[in-house]
């Protein structure tokens, strides 16, 4: 089980929360065309790294948050609060990997 | 090498120890005319229609670890073709039709068992909603009887079906023709009857690029084992479909990797004889011909490419197990385990072209593809092989979700094992 950070109660076991999936995905204006809604609807970067997901504390305080998480170790790298900018995730890999090589 | 009564009894006499390998293990060639990515049943299933039914022999499957050590090794076995929408019934019940002979084509025991599917009703709107399934089937052809509870119990003897539990079984649909396979024996069969038709199988060779000329059609493939120059590609990595395509620049696409589990208890004598699914409580479970009870619980809720889920899933899964079988509750249970699967949001499955010229895509086969291992190798070689999706599999584009013509599964069966 993941141990989920809410950026307001800290960290508390995955039981509380709903994963809401990919962050930032970015709607569409109602009249744009099909394919502009099916890539927001339904298409995902899925990677296989560090991704930036949504999630709700449903049993805690209700709120939704943002988090980069990587998807081979499971390991949150840092939670952050709804309308705070996306972070660079390539960069953020590389800073991991230098750290990571100290 | 044909196996037979005759080859069965004479390797006996020397303890089994001289039989030859089953495939070939060959350096890679420059260039193939197909090469199909990933060594899962499905990858496999395509490679040796190719060269059985399609002529195509000089194919490569590229496996990045060995073969059958994907989701084709880590699942439950669930064979069943009672999906609830016309273009599932066919697609699904196509596999089935080609599982009842599997065998008998490959030469090769996949111990298809079926020993039908028993799908519990909970209450009074799974028993409405199953006899609506239960037409649907009938009406495609597809064979489905309603049980009432002791109808149930006779069949599945020790199924509890008291009225005092928290989810009382209302009936339940049995497939008589539904079962269970032995996985490794699907793959290595394959690859078997595949590599005696001259299709070569390369283990240990991950695909780390894909080549594209300037006209965008794919040109070839950068392994771990070197280039692979080629003008056909099918790409049928299950779980690491996204990470495959991408390389083709194909970056997004309508599928979620998450994990998926099972575990298998300690062997026990005979015990449950026909396979036994509640989507309701979300448990599966099987006995396995070496007498471990196979059991599969649910996916985690996030993306995850670890092979590993947490444990409150199986426990969940656990806990409805023992209502249904309360006298299981002191079995130990041996291992577990978690596979990837690619999920999509209307839990059908991706066959067909894609955008890049060559590239050719069998995926989101999620939770529920082992089904599905011959009839979607079948439908991805005779869509490589013409260059355009194959009836069956034409309705599985991956153009459908800008159509908006989604196939979804997702809401009609709500678990797709
Ligand atoms: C726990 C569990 C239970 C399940 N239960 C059932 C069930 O009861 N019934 C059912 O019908 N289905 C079930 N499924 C789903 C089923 O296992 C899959 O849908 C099916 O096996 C997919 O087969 P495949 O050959 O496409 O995938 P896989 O067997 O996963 O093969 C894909 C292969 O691609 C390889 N690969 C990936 N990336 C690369 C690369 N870059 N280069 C080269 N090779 C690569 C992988 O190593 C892998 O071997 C279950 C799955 C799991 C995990
Ligand atoms: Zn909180």
New interface residues.
Partial sequence: ??LVPCPWCGPRP??EF??A??AHVARPSPDAD??A???A????????GL?A?RWRHLHGCGRFFNAV?H????KFVMSYRPGDPAPDLARLAETLAAEAAL | MRFSFLSLLRNAFSAHRDWPEQWRSPEPKPAYDVVIVGGGGHGLAAAYFLAAEFGIRNVAVVERGWIGGGNSGRNTTIVRSNYLLEDSEALYDHSLKIWENLSQTLNYNVMFSPRGILMLAHGHHDVQSFTRHLHANRLAGIDSEWLSPEEARAFCPGLNISKDIRYPIGGATLQRRGGVARHDAVVWGFARAASALGVDILQNCEVTGIRRGPDGAVTGLDTTRGAIATRKIGVSAAG?T??VLEMAGL???????TPLQALVSEPLKPLISCVVMSNTIHAYISQSDKGDLVIGAGTD??????QTG???ITAHTLDAICELFPHLRRVRMMRNWGGIVDN??DRSPILGPTPVPGLFVNCGWGTGGFKATPGAGHLLAATIARGEAHPIAAPFGLDR????RLIDEAAAAAVAH
């Fill in positions: 089980m993941l995955e039981l709903v994963a999936g990919e099909p394919t809604l099916a890539e609807l339904y298409f995902r970067a899925n990677t296989k991704i997901e998480r998807t081979v170790t499971d | 690491h996204s990470v970056g997004r696409l309508p599928l979620e990797s809720q996030y993306v995850s490419y670890s947490g444990l409150q999509t949001v979700f800008a159509r908006g």
